[in-house]
């Protein structure tokens, strides 16, 4: 009788975390969708609103000085942007929203990652109005979103974001002094 219990939660506690992982935790945003609007200010004071990058790719990140996945991707992140910014003259943004409730560690965390783009907001990691508007579940969690403010990929890996942004410089730059870069290695 107790073997048989055991084999009862066993099962259980699989179907609780497949439940969890197959349903909680995926991004409840999806492709094709509209993004909603975020209209907030940046750490730095600026009154930010999305609709300002309509006619851009714009990556919105959510993430926390505290998530180590997180911080494990911000340096391929920020030399992605760093290799895009120039040759998309502006048109590759990201906003990156941080789940924290410390501005100082949040400041550090963004200087050592060298995440060198100007857009970084702060949410409470209790919620706020815009994790609440896409129903952020987990972090890390990213949507592309395309000129029209479209979600065009969930979560993208950097190779995933490299190819379509190579995508979007052949389409948009072509000609003698378009610069595609090579997949990253």
């Known amino acids: 009788m107790k073997f048989f219990n055991v084999i009862i939660f066993l099962v259980l506690a699989l179907v ?70 120039d040759t998309l003259h502006d048109n590759f943004q990201i906003v990156s929203i941080a789940i924290d409730d410390d501005t100082s560690v949040l400041r550090t965390a963004i200087a050592h990652d060298s995440l060198v783009w100007p857009l ?3 949410e409470s990691k209790s919620g706020g109005p815009i ?9 890390p969690t990213s949507y ?14 950097m190779e995933e974001l490299r190819t379509i942004l190579n995508k979007f410089v052949a389409v948009h730059y072509s000609g003698p002094n378009s610069k595609v870069l090579p997949p990253a290695k």
Not at 34 to 51: N, V
Request: glycine share 6%.
């Open 120 to 122: 970084h907001l702060m």
């Open 131 to 139: 994790t609440a508007e896409y129903k952020i579940k987990e972090i």
């Open 144 to 157: 592309l979103l395309n000129e029209s403010q479209q979600i065009i990929k969930v979560n993208p890996n």
């Open 16 to 85: 609780a975390f497949g439940i969890y992982y197959f349903i909680y935790s995926k991004p409840a945003m999806m492709i094709g969708e509209k993004a909603p609007d975020i209209r907030s200010a940046t750490i730095d004071g600026q009154i930010f609103d999305l609709s300002q990058l309509q006619g851009k790719l714009v990556l919105v990140d959510f993430w926390g000085s505290w998530c180590s996945p997180c911080r494990k991707v911000n340096p391929e992140l920020s030399a992605l942007y760093r290799s895009y910014k």
